[in-house]
């Protein structure tokens, strides 16, 4: 069993920046991979960003150059770094890990809304 709490999220004006942090409950050794998922209102989940932890990550077109993601492995922690927000950006962002046995594991989410 995994648990992952998240936080950072609120309301940001566009072009602000917030900083997601998900905190696993077990050591980032356990995982694959560590990223972030959202999901707008009306809309299917989708994947922002991914670290597979060998060194390569992953992100959604509509994110890059904005968003970006990184680890603490000592805190066993992923951090999702954005900046220059748009109100598209507006979701519900959940914390998701892949562990190396088999099983996924999310977030309760954070709600993250861009609005002037």
């Known amino acids: 069993q995994v648990h992952l709490v998240e936080s950072g999220g609120g309301l940001v004006q566009p072009g602000g920046s917030l900083r997601l942090s998900c905190a696993a409950s077990?050591?980032?050794?356990?995982?694959?991979?560590m990223g972030w998922y959202r999901q707008a209102p009306g809309k299917q989940r989708e994947l922002v960003a991914l670290d597979t932890m060998t060194g390569r990550t992953n992100y959604a077109d509509s994110v890059k150059g904005r968003f970006t993601i990184s680890r603490d492995n000592a805190e066993n922690t992923v951090y999702l770094q954005m900046n220059s927000l748009k109100p598209e950006d507006t979701a519900v962002y959940y914390c998701?890990?892949?562990?190396?046995?088999?099983?996924?594991?999310w977030g309760q989410g954070t709600q993250v809304t861009v609005s002037s």
């Open positions: 077990r050591s980032i050794s356990s995982f694959n991979a």
């Open positions: 998701y890990v892949d562990t190396v046995w088999g099983l996924d594991y």
